[in-house]
């Protein structure tokens, strides 16, 4: 025979209550041989009541305890027989095993079962001493007599499987025998279920986080924006406070022939009025630019953060009882959109998104201000002024002193009024490009992240109907075993 052949004998034995029960002896729970191990284990969810055998030299070993853990798990009725009591000098002996052996049965089992305590070796001189030519009643009679049979306590094992375990209680048993074992993998299932649901919540905890931060990034870039900007507003006030001082200055008869030379007077404007405005305007466009990429650098770097939170989220203990293609297919999709997302980061050229954003911003201006830039805008105004004053001095000279006043406010508001348009040519054209960036970018996140989200959300629906499911298996198995109490109880027979 091969190694993986097992050898077999059968053995005919002639006892009565054999033909109504099947009785198996399995080879133990720490057997040496690693076959009759599984044997033990594979014979427990076909099995109607578990006869647990211990003894008072080794009473709930490891391995003892780990099968109780299994007898548990598939809902099994279950007996314990402790052997070898004719190995104890005193009652108190007894007791104390007896004792400890409920106490452990109720933290293992969370039931108290009936404890049968038995010396097999005591019960077996007494029957073989019994004459072979005996009846059935004369052989009880003469047992009962017996000292080895009464001191082996085993005749009460023997009436606890004859007649307590009578044809009623044999067919609860074995109807009630599928159901345990259907409970039980209801129980694993929805226990790994679960398991996956903890850890799609934690998905949704930091799927919820990335939006929040999302949300309130884009609330602070605006606002931190706004701030940029109003300074780009203020130095054009300025500006346009200088440029009411100097025509007030200017633009007085003591100074009529410094008005007439126009070259002179550009100059005086452009570095009393104008100064550093133009450099300073497109200092903070820069500013801005490179503001904003810097916090788009860090948008990506805490969105990865968060990614990679997500895939440190599963515990040890969590992670052995999640289904491996669950957790696997899950980690790829992580792991896919996280390297996405380090990869845009990663080749994210703050000089090259500065110049394209800087000639974007240049190009509007081109097309939506004049057809001139900041600096030429300014200069523009400037120009403007400065020809205006030449022919106001001509047109003084001309009519005399009370039309000034007059030309002088005109002169102001001109002025003013072109300054005013440039500012708002400027907010608008900056505030239009600044949402138009951030919007790409949020979509950008947003996008990198929706196959987990929608992963995320396709399964937890999915879980969920699938707990739902097995919690109303749950509540099938529980009223099958009250109609099977039912259907055999004679003081109360069912409803018809």
């Known amino acids: 025979m091969g190694p993986n052949i097992t050898k077999q004998r059968l053995i005919h034995l002639p006892v009565d209550w054999l033909k109504q029960i099947s009785l198996v002896d399995t080879p133990g729970t720490n057997a040496v041989i690693k076959d009759h191990q599984q044997i033990t284990q594979h014979f427990v969810p076909r099995s109607d009541l578990i006869l647990f055998v211990t003894s008072t030299d080794r009473t709930f070993s490891y391995s003892e305890k780990k099968f109780l853990e299994l007898v548990k798990d598939y809902n099994k009725k279950i007996v314990v027989v402790l052997s070898k009591i004719d190995q104890l000098e005193t009652e108190q002996e007894l007791a104390e095993i007896t004792k400890f052996i409920s106490e452990n049965s109720r933290t293992l089992l969370s039931i108290e079962p009936l404890i049968f305590p038995v010396s097999s070796k005591k019960a077996l001189a007494a029957k073989q001493s019994l004459p072979p030519s005996a009846t059935t009643s004369e052989r009880q009679e003469i047992l009962e007599k017996n000292d080895n049979w009464l001191q ?21 048993l074995k109807m009630k025998n599928p159901l345990g074992v259907a409970e039980r993998y209801v129980r694993i299932y929805k226990q ?6 903890d850890t799609l919540m934690n998905d949704v905890k930091v799927l919820e986080q990335i939006n929040k931060f999302v949300s309130r990034f884009r609330i602070d870039m605006t606002s931190d924006f706004q701030w940029r900007i109003d300074k780009i507003d203020s130095l054009l006030f300025q500006m346009s406070e200088r440029g009411s001082d100097f025509i007030d200055n200017k633009m007085r008869f003591g100074k009529l022939f410094e008005l007439l030379n126009s070259s002179k007077t550009k100059l005086e404007f452009e570095k009393v009025v ?16 490179d503001w904003f990429l810097d916090k788009n650098i860090k948008l990506w770097n805490k969105t990865v953060d968060y990614l990679h939170k997500a895939t440190q989220n ?19 999709l992580l792991e896919g959109i996280g390297q996405k997302a380090l990869n845009l980061v990663s080749s994210y050229n703050k000089e090259v998104e500065s110049e394209r954003l800087a000639a974007h911003i240049k190009a509007t201006f081109y097309q939506t201000t004049l057809p001139v830039g900041v600096g030429a805008l300014l200069f523009y105004v400037l120009t403007d002024v400065t020809v205006l004053n030449a022919a106001i001095g001509v047109f003084i000279a001309a009519l005399g002193l ?3 006043p007059l030309k002088k406010r005109k002169a102001k508001a001109d ?10 040519s400027i907010r608008a054209t900056l505030t239009e490009q600044f949402q138009r960036e951030l919007e790409n970018s949020l979509k950008a996140v947003q ?10 959300e396709l399964k937890k629906t999915e879980i969920e109907e699938a707990i739902g499911q097995l919690k109303n298996s749950e509540k099938a198995i529980v009223e099958l075993n009250h109609q099977i109490e039912l259907s ?8 018809k």
Do not use: C, W
């Not at 003013?416 to 708002?424: A, D």
């Not at 055999?488 to 409803?495: I, L």
């Open 488 to 495: 055999f109880d004679t003081t109360n027979p069912p409803e």
């Open 192 to 197: 790994q279920f679960n398991s996956r649901l």
């Open 314 to 332: 599963e515990n040890t203990e969590m992670a052995r009882t999640i289904e491996t293609n669950f957790r696997s297919n899950r980690a790829n």
């Open 415 to 424: 002025m003013k009024e072109k300054i005013e348009t440039l500012r708002k």
């Open 447 to 456: 996008d990198n992240i929706s196959p987990f989200q929608q992963h995320v």
């Open 274 to 289: 104008t100064a550093d405005t133009k450099a300073d305007i497109e200092r903070s466009i820069s500013e801005i630019i």
């Open 402 to 404: 009370p039309i000034l």
């Open 152 to 172: 082996s306590q085993f005749g009460e094992l023997e009436n606890y499987i004859l007649k307590t375990l009578d044809v009623r209680q044999r067919a609860i």
